[in-house]
């Protein structure tokens, strides 16, 4: 599991951070994601929440938009990629773990909230991408070279061209999973992931 400190904020100097008042700031965040929306959202009513004095947010996260995506990236920091055996068993695993997070109020209701923001801010989709994707791509590597292993997949020789198939698996399966999730409001379930997985699986061996 990946750490829960997020990539791109600044180590400012003075008492050492504190994860438990870390993980109370950021679920205060969501809950009141959950309650008051985007736009009624305050840094005020987060430290209330969570018991801390305003300026500790603010040594911590320069803004309201910090502050949620950081509170959405240490969701999916709970993704694991299981070894199961074979690809299509390690996909349709972590699809569905996927699809199990995205299920909670407080990651709907964050995820979609930062999304809608960002196209009108270039740093906060900056900032998603650093603090959620980039950090989420680690389990396509994973995934790849348990299947290299196993010989289900072949090695890339061109470091390019593996970054990039990296991304298009990484856009093919996160956004299929949203969309599914959260656009259409469809269950993701067993079948639908083992569908979805054999689909992802054939076309990968089939362009190797």
Known sequence: ????????????????RSTEADAAILLATRQALVELG??????????TRAGVAKTTLYRRWAGKNEL?????????DELELPDLGS??????GVVLQFASI??????????????????RDDALRGRIRSAI????KRLVLIGRERAQVR?????????????????????????AVVHRALVSAEPVDEEWARDFTLLVCTGLTASA
């Open 133 to 136: 994707v980039d950090r989420q």
């Open 1 to 16: 599991m990946c750490s829960q400190s997020s990539p791109g904020r600044t180590a400012r100097p003075g008492r050492p």
């Open 38 to 47: 985007w736009s009624k959202l305050t840094m005020g009513d987060v430290a």
């Open 151 to 175: 010989g289900e997949l072949p090695y890339e020789d061109d470091p390019a061209t593996s970054a990039r198939h990296a991304d298009l698996i990484f856009d093919v399966v996160a956004g």
């Open 68 to 76: 949620v995506v950081d509170a959405v990236a240490v969701l999916f």
């Open 87 to 92: 690809l299509a068993a390690d996909v349709e």
């Open 102 to 119: 995205l299920e909670r109020p407080e990651t709907k209701t964050a995820l979609m909230a930062v999304v809608a923001e960002s196209t």
